[in-house]
């Protein structure tokens, strides 16, 4: 089991910027990558980005330009630092990973509001 942890959500106003981080825990062993999905109020949730082991990415059209995913291999960290936030970017954002079995783990989800 792996067990992640966010951190760094809030309110912000419209062009402000955020850094989440992800502490993951637990068995890592065959966790290829991790990443960020988000859900707002009403709707599906929504990949954002992810980052394999190897540092390669990928980003929702939606967040390319402003959004830039990291990780710390040993940290077990993963970071999302957003920039230039819109009100349509307000959800739950919730850390994922993955392993090779394609086991998805899950956080909590942390809030992010963006006001305009």
């Known amino acids: 089991q792996v067990q992640l942890v966010e951190s760094g959500g809030g309110s912000v106003q419209a062009g402000g910027s955020l850094n989440l981080s992800c502490a993951a825990s637990?068995?890592?062993?065959?966790?290829?990558?991790m990443g960020w999905h988000r859900q707002a109020h009403g709707k599906q949730r929504d990949l954002v980005a992810t980052?394999?082991?190897?540092?390669?990415?990928n980003y929702a059209d939606s967040v390319k330009g402003r959004f830039t995913i990291s990780r710390d291999n040993a940290k077990n960290t993963a970071y999302l630092l957003m920039n230039s936030l819109k009100p349509e970017d307000t959800a739950v954002y919730y850390c994922?990973?993955?392993?090779?079995?394609?086991?998805?783990?899950w956080g909590q989800g942390t809030q992010v509001t963006v006001s305009s």
């Open positions: 994922t990973a993955r392993n090779i079995w394609g086991t998805f783990f």
């Open positions: 637990g068995t890592m062993f065959g966790i290829v990558a």
């Open positions: 980052i394999t082991s190897g540092g390669s990415t």
